[in-house]
T-cell receptor, first 114, second 112 residues
């Protein structure tokens, strides 16, 4: 158990719809990152939040957006869903600072877009 | 060319074998190196991390980093069927915001 919890675990959406995925970080971790993992691929970095501010973004379009709350939990929002958005979405938390390399993942949210 | 290259396998070995999993990389700025294990339809689990070159051992697992060759390895001794999973390497640049770059993962199958 990493202490990182994600919801929902599975969901099916229709192309064009919007989705919100949620993440609770491990206690004491102020940095949260989101990743997209397509089948047979490694996780691809979407963005990172540190103390409620976006702290880095990968090569994803603006329809991927996020939030971090004062308790360091986080949301990933995806608008105008496309079929290629079907993937496992992973949230990861880390303590930040010099220990930022210890990154712990949740179990992920499986998104299927039909 | 991707920054981190990893053979997807699958790698199939008999129980008890020594397994060698490898990644190569192109960016010399990588300083932190990690191995994650991912069971089917689950999130990645951090196995080991090392800083810069050298070896690190934890039970049946040994991580090895050769920065001069831009090559990292994970060795698993006395492999068990429960080790069957996908193994992801990941690397972080120094001085950055600790955002890892992942390989695509190697699928390992340990058969009884």
């Amino acid at each position: 158990e990493t202490g990182v919890t994600q919801s929902p675990t599975h969901l099916i959406k229709t192309r064009g719809q919007q989705v919100t995925l949620r993440c609770s970080s491990q206690s004491g971790h102020n940095t949260v990152s989101w990743y997209q993992q397509a089948l047979g691929q490694g996780p691809q970095f979407i963005f990172q939040y540190y103390r409620e501010e976006e702290n880095g973004r990968g090569n994803f379009p603006p329809r991927f957006s996020g939030l971090q709350f004062p308790n360091y939990s986080s949301e990933l929002n995806v608008n105008a869903l496309e079929l290629d958005d079907s993937a496992l979405y992973l949230c990861a938390s880390s303590p930040g600072g010099q220990s930022g390399n210890t990154i712990y993942f949740g179990e992920g949210s499986w998104l299927t877009v039909v | 060319q991707k920054e981190v290259e990893q053979d997807p396998g699958p790698l199939s070995v008999p129980e008890g074998a020594i397994v060698s999993l490898n990644c190569t990389y192109s960016n010399s700025a990588f300083q932190y190196f990690m191995w994650y294990r991912q069971y089917s339809r689950k999130g990645p689990e951090l196995l080991m991390y090392t800083y810069s070159s050298g070896n690190k051992e934890d039970g049946r697992f040994t991580a090895q980093v050769d920065k001069s060759s831009k090559y990292i390895s994970l060795f698993i001794r006395d492999s068990q069927p429960s080790d069957s999973a996908t193994y992801l390497c990941a690397m972080i640049r120094s001085g950055g915001s600790y955002i890892p770059t992942f390989g695509r993962g190697t699928s390992l199958i340990v058969h009884p």
